[in-house]
């Protein structure tokens, strides 16, 4: 079925690991987003794409790293992982022109301990 | 700076006693103010997109109004299935790429 998915949806690692969440989507949008959820602090945006091989930084970048290398494809990684990150990550999308309103996926629940 | 602010953070209600979430924000000029529901362990649901004040969206037993200062939803005759968070979010005109969530409101409708 078409849309955007992630994966893992349930992830546990330890502190100082290496963590990889994926992020695909089927609709060819150009922008592509990755958020952390947090009670107290809503939805904070990590980093964003325009395009392949264009990203950005957003509010909360610090200890992530992204590529895109495939316009479908925007993977969220961290480095060295804190119990800090522990939280929902969401990645999101949109297209272009007039309709800028983003399309969430599923979100991945990482547990560091 | 940018902000969005979302109240109240909780309402509960009876099946059918209609009522109103606020949105209010701070933007430097505005692109886009959306509207999504979110339901627990899920990621956000898109619900409307509001451009301009004056502007009015509906969906069902939804409406999104829009002003120059904040947007309401409001609910009519809801339903437990209207049970949800409800995220507002900003789309700055000078800076596109980046969307301003508010915290939410918490909705419970009781049967």
């Known amino acids: 079925d078409a849309g955007i998915t992630q994966s893992p949806r349930y992830k546990i690692t330890e502190t100082g690991r290496q963590v990889t969440l994926m992020c695909h989507q089927t609709?060819?949008?150009?922008?592509m987003f990755w958020y952390r959820q947090d009670l107290g602090h809503g939805l904070r945006l990590i980093y964003y794409s325009a395009a392949a091989d264009i990203t950005d930084k957003g509010e909360v970048p610090d200890g992530y790293v992204v590529s895109r290398s495939k316009t479908e494809n925007f993977p969220l990684t961290l480095e060295s992982a804190t119990r800090s990150q522990t939280s929902v990550y969401f990645c999101?999308?949109?297209?272009?022109?007039?309709?800028?309103?983003?399309?969430f996926g599923p979100g991945t629940r990482l547990t560091v301990t | 700076e940018d902000q969005v602010t979302q109240s109240p953070e909780a309402l509960r209600l009876q099946e059918g006693e209609s009522s109103s979430l606020n949105c209010s924000y701070t933007v430097s000029g505005l692109r886009g103010l959306f509207w999504y529901r979110q339901d627990p362990g899920k990621g956000p649901e898109f619900l409307f997109t509001l451009y301009s004040a004056g502007e009015e969206k509906e969906k069902e037993r939804l409406k999104a109004t829009l002003t120059k200062k904040e947007s309401f939803l409001h609910i009519t005759a809801p339903k437990p299935e209207d049970s949800a968070t409800y995220l507002c979010a900003v789309q700055a005109r000078n800076n596109f790429n980046k969307f301003y969530f508010g915290s939410g409101t918490k909705l419970n409708v009781k049967p």
């Open positions: 609709w060819s949008h150009s922008y």
């Open positions: 999101a999308s949109s297209g272009t022109g007039r309709r800028y309103e983003q399309y």
